[in-house]
């Protein structure tokens, strides 16, 4: 029932007793009970009930699970958004979110430095004990997701969880059906806010994005030009209030190129004019937003005092640009 909000799924959860019930309601009965006249042409009760026994066999035969926002097991930092989830879908080891967690992010083309330092960061993190979050996409998702799995074949803590943009019966993309395997084996988890069998459509991905955010206090982008949805990312994080930095290659020599290149693309298309796709990563951090080197670099900004932590920011901007 993707055409109701959070709240209204609250709402609607209390009046409820059961599937069945649910399926006979008309878009009249629900429209009563969220005090809200529903507008969708979608509504089919029968249809509803049908896909909910679809996705309840595909949950049993995948060995997946799901979890309540009202249940102890949910996640802690992804209840805290206005926004969250009313039910989370998983394989795996989804208490691997209660430890600390890092969002890592960044465009899927992304320069060889880029590459490198985004699995570096991310292996670092694992190795000291924090579950890093991506989303499974080509590119510095794959590269974040294989960071930690390095620690993790080396024998140290290597969490981490990849979020999905539809059901998590069906892995996007299926080239990485492999790290997926992995991030399991490993005590990872595969989480999505999608029924299972639910196809992964354009916006679904942007809904992802904020799930990534949500999942940690901080959001660190490894490489992101203009028009890139880890910026989009970056742009719910600090709408829940989340930090947000961002590694030096952001600004290397390569990136600078591809993000050139990004730009003429996005004006060809006659989209460059637009208020997000002018977002940039300078732009963040000329408004606050830290650039760290490594994660050490990290771990130091996080430790600033308050007050102090600016200072550091101004530093690193005077070499950068």
């Not at 002018?278 to 732009?283: E, G, I, L, N, V």
Request: aromatic share 8%; glycine share 8%.
């Amino acid at each position: 029932m993707e055409f109701l909000t959070f709240r209204e799924k609250s709402s609607l959860r209390k009046i409820v007793k059961s599937a069945e019930e649910l399926a006979s309601f008309s878009r009249d009965d629900i429209s009563s009970a969220i005090h809200r006249r529903v507008r969708t042409s979608t509504w089919n009760g029968g249809s509803a009930l049908a896909q909910a026994e679809k996705s309840a066999a595909i949950m049993e035969r995948f060995g997946i699970e799901m979890v309540r926002y009202d249940q102890d097991s949910f996640p802690r930092l992804l209840s805290e958004i206005f926004d969250p989830p009313f039910v989370l879908y998983y394989r795996g080891n989804l208490s691997c979110l209660e430890k600390k967690t890092v969002s890592v992010v960044g465009t899927r083309r992304l320069c060889r430095k880029s590459a490198e330092k985004t699995a570096d960061f991310a292996f670092q993190a694992a190795k000291n004990g924090c579950c890093v979050v991506s989303g499974l996409a080509y590119g510095a998702d794959s590269f974040a997701h294989r960071g930690a799995l390095k620690a993790a074949e080396e024998g140290l803590s290597g969490l981490t969880c990849a979020v999905l943009p539809g059901g998590i019966d069906t892995i996007v993309p299926s080239g990485n059906k492999k790290i997926a395997e992995y991030i399991l084996k490993t005590e990872g988890c595969i989480v999505s806010e999608y029924l299972p069998g639910a196809p992964a459509e354009s916006w679904r991905f942007v809904q992802r994005n904020r799930i990534i955010a949500s999942l940690s206090p901080v959001t660190v982008v490894s490489e992101a030009p203009v028009g890139s949805g880890a910026l989009i990312t970056v742009d719910y994080a600090l709408g829940y209030d989340r930090d947000v930095m961002f590694l030096d290659t952001c600004f290397c020599e390569e990136a600078k190129e591809l993000e050139k290149k990004s730009l003429t693309a996005l004006e060809a298309s006659g989209k460059g004019g637009s208020e997000k796709i002018s977002r940039t990563c300078s732009m963040y951090v000329q408004e606050g937003a830290s650039v760290v080197n490594d994660f050490d670099d990290f771990c130091r900004v996080l430790s600033d005092a308050p007050g102090t932590s600016q200072m550091h920011k101004k530093n690193v901007q005077l070499d950068l640009f």
